[in-house]
T-cell receptor
Framework: ETGVTQTPRHLVMGMTNKKSLKCEQH?????MYWYKQSAKKPLELMFVYNFKEQTENNSVPSRFSPECPNSSHLFLHLHTLQPEDSALYLC?????????????FGDGTRLSIL | GEDVEQSLFLSVREGDSSVINCTYT??????LYWYKQEPGAGLQLLTY?????DMKQDQRLTVLLNKKDKHLSLRIADTQTGDSAIYFCAEGMDSSYKLIFGSGTRLLVRP
């Protein structure tokens, strides 16, 4: 799946660092999503953007800050993270918001908090 | 409530058929998806089925939906070693854009 590209693929950071995850989709979609995938837990939806407007914040701590400058790009700014934030962060996009719109995923950023 | 359940592990021999099962609790589910996740990668959309269908076939993949029992299955014919991965089912409802994912079934294909 090359339609959704995430960088970096791997990130190791200390709890006091500030870093950003980047997602870019080349599918012409209008909705973008951030998910967290932790070991032995179902996929957790974090944020949803539709036409650059945030439509969902699924009770995510403020140390995670999303940004969507346009429909093709999505960022997740990280600061003062905790060890339990170590996980695979997946970005997805869909043509529109709706259960009938398949979501297409990137390969994720593997985040490790020291 | 919303809940999607899958068995954790399935092991099959190369060339055999694999059947991965999924149950969901919300009868208003209208769209059901299967995703594949290989090591170090994201989720790859394999196929999906609408609730007004009982079956969908796409090459080696067959999806069966039993709405009465809220049971979904993915059959992979002639399973290959490259099919070894984690398979996720997900349900979606007309009333929401959210997908509810199961915890995934790890498929191991033995040579």
């Amino acid at each position: 799946e090359t339609g959704v590209t995430q960088t970096p693929r791997h990130l190791v950071m200390g709890m006091t660092n500030k870093k950003s995850l980047k997602c870019e989709q080349h599918l012409g979609h209008n909705a973008m999503y951030w998910y967290k995938q932790s070991a032995k837990k179902p996929l957790e939806l974090m944020f949803v953007y539709n036409f650059k407007e945030q439509t969902e914040n699924n009770s995510v701590p403020s140390r995670f800050s999303p940004e969507c400058p346009n429909s093709s790009h999505l960022f997740l700014h990280l600061h003062t993270l905790q060890p339990e934030d170590s996980a695979l962060y997946l970005c997805a996009s869909s043509q529109a918001m709706g259960a009938d719109e398949p979501q297409h995923f990137g390969d994720g950023t593997r985040l490790s908090i020291l | 409530g919303e809940d999607v359940e899958q068995s954790l592990f399935l092991s099959v021999r190369e060339g055999d058929s694999s059947v991965i099962n999924c149950t969901y609790t919300d009868s208003s589910s209208t769209y059901l998806y299967w995703y594949k996740q290989e090591p170090g990668a994201g989720l790859q959309l394999l196929t999906y089925i609408f609730s007004n269908m009982d079956m969908k076939q796409d090459q080696r993949l067959t999806v069966l939906l039993n709405k009465k029992d809220k049971h979904l299955s993915l059959r992979i014919a002639d399973t290959q070693t490259g099919d070894s991965a984690i398979y996720f089912c997900a349900e979606g409802m007309d009333s929401s854009y959210k997908l509810i994912f199961g915890s995934g079934t790890r498929l191991l294909v033995r040579p």
